[in-house]
């Protein structure tokens, strides 16, 4: 019951957060200078013609905005200004795809090396495995990934060349962009794992399990990791924001056609319909990871749904 | 209390020698920031086109970029402007963030859930996301970056406050004072925030590395500071279009750009142990 009201709130939640967007990106996209809706911006005259249909620039501006939140409730986020012909929706359905298979990738690699490290860390503590994960986490959180993507483009496409340096389709492209992105996440879960574990192992369960006579990683891998899956999941949210962003750089360095890549694009262009379809789909589709994250790991740990 | 956890704290940093390595490397870094280019014999901005990607040699450690200029001096003065970003990144959220969550942990009440309500909903959107955005509207240049990113930064900071704040409030000594007749504003400034110190400056320490990097993926996108001013993250993404055949452009700055992320983090690391044990006991 408590989580049907969870899951009811949290609907209402991703609602909200998608208005209040909607809606700032339809005031910047009115007052910024040099925006899409400035005259001092010579646009191709075809372009001109189909934005002033399309956003109906003649009617009052309230009647511009309902029709504006009608519109990106349907995900039409209008024509980009800079692809002549093309929708922001297409661009973005094409972009998506590549940018969410090689951000899971990500995700899922980042996940499993938290938990074998942390895990490690937790069983050898003070010993070299905690000094790897000691390693690791620093140079998680200082080397930011598109720092990390060159060196790995450097030493394992062009001095070594055992990886494509860029490019997308085969699995082998998947493998420096993804380790790129999963340091950061990585050295966060990995912590978070280790801690959760050596608080786990000096409970009475883990006693009993070590008094039956399981080994040491046994008891851990066994008993003592499920109880990490909590926290673990509670704090994906932030890492896949932090894989998102990292993705915008991450794409561009090894050539991928994702949606970062594009967003950065954009950006260059100030290409605004593209720039605040874009914005709107990465918020809505970070608040509902993080609240499926949230529940996720209240419906697995009692203990977290009390709030 | 805030006088006897004084000398305690300055015992357990001064045993510390992570955060003693840790801090005595940022007063190293903000020396060579400082003084970095008054000693260099070069000048950041003259050009030797024939030189252009040197390597790096007796009398240029760093080598040269593009347009045959000194690195290392650009280094120098790249670090003058990163550093500046991440501390007046910090500064402007410290002073946002400390704020809004003294006033929200304080006040309490509705003001307290509307502010914080309102926090856990920007929160929920990824910081990076908006400073972009705001970048895209306020258009590129270093004081927009201090703009952006303090307008942004702040909302952790609030938080981290209005927690301990909220603490404070109901322990003996506040009330004590509230009785003495002691303002809010007296309450606030004399008994809640020397003793919220410990979380301040622990959180502010994470804040510089965070506005570095923010501004070094700004730059890279395009978004960051503008000429004449060249940040580290600007000698980055410049150095990254030239990595292929002159690695040396990209080495110097990013090297400069984990250094100084890493020690950051270590003394802020360092600073939590000694100034917040409590919150320090992950490790």
């Known amino acids: 019951m408590r989580l049907l009201a969870a899951t009811v709130r949290a609907g209402l939640g991703i609602a909200l957060v998608a208005w209040a967007v909607a809606t700032a990106t339809f005031c910047l996209m009115r007052v910024i200078p040099g925006g899409p809706f400035s005259r001092e911006r010579a646009l191709p005259e075809a372009v001109r013609e189909a934005m002033e249909a399309k956003y109906r620039l003649n009617d009052p501006l309230p009647r511009q905005y309902v029709d504006y939140l009608i519109d990106a409730a349907r995900l039409d986020f209008g024509l980009s200004m800079d692809n002549p012909g093309r929708t922001v929706g297409e661009i973005i359905a094409r972009g998506l795809p590549i940018s969410a298979r090689l951000g899971a990738a990500a995700l899922a690699l980042s996940v499993g090396a938290a938990f074998a490290l942390g895990a490690a860390a937790a069983v050898g503590r003070g010993r070299w495995p905690d000094r790897v994960l000691a390693v690791v986490a620093a140079s998680g959180v200082s080397v930011p990934s598109f720092i990390l993507g060159a060196l790995l483009l450097y030493w394992f496409s062009w001095r070594i060349p055992w990886l494509p340096a860029g490019g997308w389709g085969r699995p082998s492209h998947y493998l420096l962009p993804a380790i790129s992105l999963a340091a950061l996440p990585t050295a966060y879960l990995a912590r978070l794992v280790r801690a959760g574990l050596l608080e786990v192992m000096r409970s009475e369960f883990m006693l009993t399990a070590r008094a039956k006579g399981l080994s040491e990683l046994r008891a851990v891998v066994v008993h003592g990791l499920r109880h990490t899956l909590g926290p673990v999941l509670a704090y994906l949210g932030p890492q896949a924001a932090a894989i998102m962003t990292g993705s915008f750089v991450v794409e561009r360095i090894f050539n991928i056609p994702g949606l970062g890549r594009m967003y950065v694009q954009s950006i260059g262009n100030r290409d605004y319909p593209l720039i605040m379809g874009v914005t709107l789909v990465y918020v809505v589709l970070l608040v509902v990871f993080n609240l499926l994250s949230d529940l996720a790991a209240r419906s697995l740990d009692p203990r977290l749904r009390g709030g | ?283």
Request: contains cysteine; charged residues 15%.
């Open chain 2, 1 to 283: 209390m805030a006088a006897s956890s004084r000398p305690r704290w300055m015992e357990r940093l001064r045993r510390d020698r992570g955060a003693m390595t840790a801090l005595a490397g940022l007063v190293l870094l903000g020396l060579i920031v400082v003084m970095g280019p008054w000693l260099s014999p070069y000048d950041e901005t003259s050009q030797r086109l024939v030189r252009s990607f040197e390597r790096p040699t007796a009398g240029h450690w760093f080598g040269l970029d593009e347009l045959g200029r000194d690195l290392l001096t650009r280094v120098f003065h790249g670090g003058r402007i990163s550093l500046a970003v991440g501390l007046m990144g910090a500064l402007l959220s410290l002073a946002l963030g400390v704020t809004v969550g003294g006033l929200a942990g304080l006040v309490g009440g509705a003001v307290e859930s509307v502010l914080m309500r309102l926090i856990d909903f920007l929160y929920g959107i990824p910081l990076l996301l908006i400073v972009i955005a705001l970048m895209v509207v306020l258009g590129q240049g270093l004081a927009n970056v201090f703009i952006a990113l303090g307008l942004v930064y702040w909302l952790n900071m609030a938080r981290v406050v209005r927690a301990r704040v909220a603490e404070l409030r109901s322990q003996e000594f506040v009330a004590a004072a509230r009785v003495l007749g002691v303002g809010t504003a007296g309450v606030f400034l004399r008994h809640v925030l020397p003793n919220a110190m410990g979380v301040i400056v622990v959180t502010a320490t994470f804040m510089v590395p965070q506005a570095i990097f923010a501004e070094s993926f700004l730059s890279f996108l395009g978004l960051g500071v503008t000429l004449p001013h060249a940040s580290w993250g600007t000698l980055a993404a410049e150095g990254l279009k030239a990595m292929r055949s002159h690695p040396h452009v990209l080495a110097f700055p990013a090297s400069a750009i984990c250094l100084t992320m890493f020690v950051f983090q270590a003394a802020g690391e360092g600073l939590r142990r000694a100034l917040d044990p409590r919150e320090a006991e992950l490790d």
